[in-house]
């Protein structure tokens, strides 16, 4: 059977048909993936029969993998495996993976492992459907912008929901802090495509005040999470989502009454973005050289 390619919604999102991703990939397969990634920027694989082992094989076709986080453990065993377990914290707010390193992923892999019986669908946004939604002086502004990220922020929840066990899950994430500057408008390296390159770890605008980079953000924020541009996946078992991360977002939605909910999570090493007059991101603080190998361009 050829693979087929069932889009899901206008601006992002299909579903991959023909294809058993826990066998080994010839180029033409793996090619078809990337051109179906590359246009959807988020696919869905249904009824896949992997283990941690497979889920980094079929990873590995895409590129060299990262560790699993910089600063959370991996699944024992599988250093290249991130428990996205509801009982080690929820991230229910807009982000890319990992934005704060110097070359963040350029895909993320999820698979199914628990999924609640109501709720806790993943929401992936388009970042390049909303840079061509952007009137066009909210454009030109924004192709000027360069922005910090950083994985330790003001998480905006207030000092008497901060239990024991969420202080110690935050004191683990920022256990190296990383500080990068990016632009706010990058460049797809494959597609040419231009997207907001924002989300929840970036925080300030290079040259604004912490205020003013705030306004900015939310501003532009708001036409990456228009319902238009937005996938909402609702998971069932033995499914693996990947999404390109150079050019969307995502969100866990934490309506599931505290049941039970696990992903495995798979990473691929990206590439440093670039601007739109070609310059690249640069780090201020902090040495993702033990998560993610950096490369100049990843295919």
């Not at 826990?22 to 920027?41: C, F, G, T, Y």
């Not at 990383?178 to 929840?200: A, D, K, N, S, Y």
Request: negative net charge; hydrophobic residues 35%; glycine residues 6%.
């Amino acid at each position: 059977m050829s693979i087929e390619i069932r889009k899901v919604t206008a601006n992002i999102g299909a579903q991959v048909l023909g294809v058993d991703i826990s066998k080994p990939l010839d180029e033409e397969q793996v090619a078809a993936i990337r051109e179906a990634l590359n246009a959807h920027k988020a696919l869905v694989f249904d009824d896949v029969r992997l283990d941690d082992a497979g889920q980094e094989a079929f990873a590995r076709h895409f590129g060299d993998l990262t560790t699993a986080h910089p600063t959370v453990p991996a699944v024992d065993g599988a250093p290249n495996v991130l428990p996205v377990d509801s009982e080690r914290g929820r991230a229910n707010h807009w982000h890319t993976d990992v934005t704060f390193v110097l070359n963040p992923p350029q895909a993320s892999t999820l698979r199914s492992i628990t999924v609640p019986p109501y709720g806790g669908d993943t929401l992936i946004a388009s970042s390049a459907a909303a840079y061509r939604d952007l009137p066009e002086p909210l454009r030109a502004l924004a192709d000027t912008l360069w922005a910090e990220h950083t994985n330790d922020y003001d998480y905006a929840v207030p000092d008497e929901e901060i239990d024991e066990e969420k202080a110690a899950q935050r004191a683990q994430f920022t256990s190296i802090k990383f500080r990068t500057v990016h632009p706010v408008v990058r460049v797809h390296p494959l597609t040419g495509e231009r997207g907001l390159f924002i989300g929840g770890f970036a925080q300030r605008i290079a040259g604004l005040s912490k205020d003013e980079s705030r306004k900015v953000l939310d501003l532009l924020q708001a036409y990456v999470t228009r319902p238009e541009n937005v996938l909402r996946h609702r998971w069932s078992p033995n499914q693996l989502v990947l999404f390109d991360n150079r050019i969307t977002q995502h969100y866990a939605i934490d309506n599931y009454d505290g049941r039970p909910r696990r992903l495995n999570r798979v990473t691929v090493a990206g590439d440093v973005p670039v601007g739109i007059e070609g310059k690249e991101s640069y780090s201020i603080e902090g040495d993702a050289s033990h998560y993610t190998s950096l490369t100049r361009f990843s295919g």
